[in-house]
């Protein structure tokens, strides 16, 4: 098994105190390198792939600014989204803080740098980079987080922040395509958090129609309105002590968003009808498929209410974007559903593999989800087709973005390997047969690549 790589990188432009840095570090028993703009940032993580980065976040050509830094944040984990970034921010600095973190950054350290208080910062940071790595290294599929089935570093990166977000009070909103996780996330922000102990209230406001949102939401007393035959509370009073979850918070008409910010602001209500403002202590999280930057601007979404539900956002990535999680998940969920359907021990034929891999998947992991369920009742055989997924396989155009010809190599050796075991069904000998190599060098390989023979 290859070794767990300690190497840190330090992104200053100010020369004294990268020297500082270095000179600091030099005792962490880690390899040291330093960059001092964006693109020699770059060609560092493609030569040394470093588990740790020390970045300022005004870098040249925006010394005073925060455009560069952010960039470099994003170009880093684009290439290596394992990568632990910890920001250096000024003092008063705490919105471009947190911005960072939302980007995927590790954490954040205040400056002037007080050297002994950072280097137990770097420390976490190396313990899960190495957490992490150990644990692709014996088992490459993982949920991270409860109901989220990923091998993608981007939502593991994701996961991790939803963990940071439940261990505090702030207001999340979840962003992302219809049917990728947003409610899923929710729950497990909830299920993490001090309110676990009490209710989830999820409410969606595309579903509720206008004129009954307000006492569907606070509730109403008697005699309010026709029909009020009795007291009712609303959904944020059964959320009391838990959380409500304000599902497509963009669809919620615009007269009643005055409301719901005042709601926010002073945490209290009053029930339609009713003279009694009652306190309510929750956590609320938001989610919604729209742009509500977009919708503020022209005015359909209340601003304030925007940044008082968006503390920090929540970027899920659609499906297509997660590397290898759409087969995956479909084995996952095959197993999950298979009872269901009275088909016990169904596998994915490599043709609906090469479909899965190809499809867009513009309704994400619902979609995915009917398509298994498909498959699960029409399918005759021992494996389900692409025609059972109702997939088609094209013949595909490869494209690559990759960090370094040694992760190219790696990448094209993991996927030969992987197609061989499975059109040999997991017989070693055959596999190996295929692949124009001995067996012993095969094993070799699947030993280096950490491969399981797949019995289920
Ligand atoms: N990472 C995941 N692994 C496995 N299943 C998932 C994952 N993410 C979502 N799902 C499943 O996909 C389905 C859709 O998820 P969810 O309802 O949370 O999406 P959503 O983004 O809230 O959708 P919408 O915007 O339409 O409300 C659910 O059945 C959920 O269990």
Redesign the pocket.
């Known amino acids: 098994m290859s070794e767990f790589d300690k190497t840190i990188l330090i992104i200053e432009d100010d020369e004294g105190l990268q020297r500082q840095l270095k000179w600091h570090f030099d005792d962490f028993e880690s390899t040291i390198v330093t960059a001092s703009t964006l693109t020699e940032a770059i060609a560092a993580v493609r030569l040394y792939e470093p588990s740790v980065v020390i970045q300022d976040l005004g870098l040249p050509p925006d010394e005073e600014g925060v455009t560069e830094g952010f960039k470099c944040i994003r170009e880093i984990l684009s290439l290596k989204p394992a990568t632990k970034i910890i920001v250096l921010t000024g003092k008063n600095d705490h919105s471009n803080a947190l911005r960072s973190i939302e980007l995927g950054a590790f954490d954040f350290y205040l400056k002037p740098v007080d050297t002994d208080m950072l280097d137990n910062v770097v420390s976490q940071a190396f313990r899960l980079a190495k957490l992490e790595w150990e644990n692709q290294q014996t088992s490459p599929e993982i949920e991270p987080l409860q109901?989220?089935?990923?091998s993608d570093t981007k939502?593991a990166n994701i996961c991790r922040m939803a963990l940071k977000i439940a261990s505090s009070n702030i207001t999340a909103t979840i962003l992302?395509?219809?049917?990728?996780?947003?409610?899923?996330?929710?729950r497990a922000i909830h299920a993490n958090s001090r309110q676990s102990e009490h209710e989830f209230v999820a409410i969606?406001c595309a579903a509720v129609p206008e004129n009954l949102m307000e006492s569907e939401l606070f509730g109403y007393e008697k005699g309010a309105f026709t029909g009020a035959a009795k007291q009712t509370i609303g959904k944020v009073e059964q959320a009391q002590g838990g959380t409500l979850f304000l599902?497509?918070i963009g669809d919620m008409p615009l007269q009643l968003q005055a409301k719901l910010l005042r709601f926010l602001q002073q945490r209290t209500i009053e029930r339609v009808g009713g003279r009694k403002e009652i306190a309510v202590d929750l956590r609320v999280i938001c989610?919604t498929?729209k742009n509500l930057e977009a919708m503020v601007k022209d005015g359909t979404f209340r601003e304030d209410l925007y940044y008082r539900i968006c503390e920090i956002e929540v970027n899920?990535p659609p499906l297509r974007e997660r590397g290898s999680?759409a087969c995956l998940?479909a084995k996952?969920?095959v197993t999950k559903h298979a009872g269901n359907y009275a088909q016990k021990s169904l596998k994915i034929s490599d043709d609906a593999l090469e479909a899965i891999r190809q499809h867009d998947w513009p309704g994400?992991?619902?979609e995915?989800?009917n398509k298994v369920k498909r498959a699960l009742v029409l399918c005759d055989g021992k494996s389900i087709s692409a025609f059972d997924l109702d997939l088609s396989v094209e013949s595909e155009t490869p494209t690559v973005d990759l960090i370094n010809l040694k992760e190219a190599r790696k990448q094209a050796e993991v996927s030969a390997i992987s197609s061989a075991l499975e059109i040999s069904q997991q017989n070693v000998t055959a596999a190996a047969k295929l692949l124009g190599v001995t067996r012993p060098t095969l094993y070799d390989m699947m030993k280096k690549y950490n491969f399981t023979i797949d019995n289920t």
């Open positions: 109901g989220v089935i990923t939502m992302g395509e219809s049917g990728t996780g947003k409610e899923v996330f929710a969606n599902d497509e989610a498929n899920l999680d998940i996952k969920l994400n992991i619902r995915l989800e």
